[in-house]
Nanobody, 115 residues
Framework: QAQLVESGGGLVQPGGSLRLSCAASGIFFSNYVMAWYRQAPGKQRALVASITSGASTNYVDSVKGRFTISRDNAKNTVYLQMNRLKPEDTAVYYC?????????WGQGTQVTVSS
């Protein structure tokens, strides 16, 4: 049974940093494309960053240069390092594992950027 568990969210001041983690179990982790999405209040869930099994990365323009996605296949974990956070980064952040015909989501972790 596949399971993704996010952690690392919280309250941070503008300009601060957070590191999100997503631990996977029940899947052959290294085969999956891993991604972080976020959903702000009143908005649709949207892709933030992704990383392939070969460690190629992709970012939405609004986080380029501030966020870094990485993966540790030995620990079945994907990370999102978030620097220079802005109030508009406030959202619930979700982890997703995907192959061509299947995908799994975590339960989400709240990130709030506020002074």
């Amino acid at each position: 049974q596949a399971q993704l568990v996010e952690s690392g969210g919280g309250l941070v001041q503008p300009g601060g940093s957070l590191r999100l983690s997503c631990a996977a179990s029940g899947i052959f982790f290294s085969n999956y494309v891993m991604a972080w999405y976020r959903q702000a209040p009143g908005k649709q869930r949207a892709l933030v960053a992704s990383i392939t099994s070969g460690a190629s990365t992709n970012y939405v323009d609004s986080v380029k240069g501030r966020f870094t996605i990485s993966r540790d296949n030995a620990k079945n974990t994907v990370y999102l390092q978030m620097n220079r956070l802005k109030p508009e980064d406030t959202a619930v952040y979700y982890c997703k594992a995907a192959l061509t015909f299947e995908s799994y989501w975590g339960q989400g972790t709240q990130v709030t950027v506020s002074s």
